[in-house]
């Protein structure tokens, strides 16, 4: 053990018993600074990986679309171009347009996903949405009329006031000439099963018929709006984007999930980084808290730092013994901190402790997801600021004149 750090950490628990419960005060202060900065990255990273996976489970991690035409007719042969590539788990046809939705009491404007449900339970996690009902567009058929099914977003069935076995009736302008006396297009549904993705977005304004069905309803022919995948690792999207493309021969649009919701996640990207510059202040503060205890113990040790000089100790060595022990403030405050932080977070995962209204969040709960590298990084500038605080006091006592303590 180096003299420097032999000395450091007899000074840490020595000392009058002000100065004592000062030091433990600042590496509390310290800890729960770390703790706090660690917490609430964790917490953004859970609310970000909530936000993630339930967007891509009902948008897919990469979307094709038509550059010249606004729809793909060959879609089938696409698929089965797209399904070859490495990393492609699956792909999936859809058509996508806005219509009118009416029930016995209610109606509004929505969004109609026309799918094929054996290729969309591919790449979607619609069919493990569903909270009642069935994953089916089967016809009811009675008085001889057959009418398909479709799936409603919860937020909408509520809405609608309809529940699985309800009518809903859909209509829709699209191909239509805008002329005088124009009648929409009208097509009867039975609700077959209700969704609920966690997206209010999706549960209130989105609605699944049949392929077949939605290109009757928006007169498309045999074609479809976009065609969506699933990736082995989302975050292979750009990579495998590219591949595509340059496979295609550069005649569609190629877009990753995080360039089509580039807005959102590029929020949530600078959020965390306001958030950890903010929280980031508690550690500065608590670096105030080193300066003035270890200010405080130059004062008291002045008699043994002379003693220490005239024994032959260099200023330099009196520096790093105050510098070491800043630096086991901090040393012991980040891992103090980064437990409690680990310690909270589990308890919030396990027992919801903290909790949200789902109607505004789409989440009841906060989640917590804490990454190894934010701890890291939290660690080195709490290390690094407290290293900084300690210079001056360190400069201070290596400074004492040994003439002027014996004297005294």
Known sequence: MAFETYIARRYFGSGRFFISVSTWITMAGVMLGVAVVCFVMSMHNGFESEIRSRLLGTTSHISIFSLQEPYISDYWELIDTIESVEQVVAASPFVYYKAAVSSASAGDGIIIRGIDLEKEKQTSDIAGSIRSGKYSFAPDISDGDTIPGILLGSGLASQLSVYPGDPVVLYSLRGEELRRNIRPR??????????ESGMYEFDGQLAYISLEEAQKLFKTGDAVTAVHLKLEDIYQAENVSVQIDSMLGYHYDVVPWNVLHRNLFSWIA??????FLGFSLIVLVAAFSVI????????EKREEIGILKTMGTTPASIRRIFVYK??????????????LALAAGFAQNQWHLVSLPPDI?????????SHLLDFVLVGLVTVTVCFLAALYPADRASRLSVIDVLRK
Request: charged share 10%; no cysteine; hydrophobic share 60%.
């Open 361 to 369: 969040y789409f989440i009841s709960y906060l989640p917590i997801d």
């Open 326 to 339: 800043g630096l086991l403030i901090a040393a012991i405050g980040v891992a103090g901190g980064w437990l």
């Open 186 to 195: 009208v097509a009867k549904f039975q609700v077959s099963g209700v969704f």
């Open 270 to 275: 600078i959020e965390k980084k306001v958030l």
């Open 292 to 299: 003035s205890t270890l200010v405080m113990l130059t004062m």
